[in-house]
């Protein structure tokens, strides 16, 4: 399987697994505090949903995260794909954040598109961070 991503490309080796993550990171807020967008993708097979998914991540946020505050969470479909979204509130390294999650289950492979913002300076990058979500598209590997 050939392996595409941005702006290069290579072969994956026999019996490997693509687990990339990828990184995009924005503005600093007054604190020093960079916005992000990190989008992880994790083969999960056939037999398990999003929604169970997206159930065993939350477990294991609250396990390792004190006080995380769940704002709302629902199923959704982006282009087409089956989708879960969190909304979502904790402290981390002495800042107050906000996180909007998105899985999204295409042929037993979960993607997880985590946008992080200070509390503070979330709203301010709504756009860029639906921008993404709403663009998240399918190609095929060349």
Known sequence: ???VSNSFSTELPSGWEDRSMMTLLGPRDATGFASNIVIVRERIGSRVSVEDYAARQRAAME???AAIEVLDERPARINGSPAYQRLQRFSAQGHRVQQAQTFILREGTVFVVTCTAALSDFDNH???FRKVVDEFRWVEPV
């Open 126 to 128: 709504l756009d860029a």
């Open 63 to 65: 396990r390792e995260i």
């Open 1 to 3: 399987m050939r392996l």
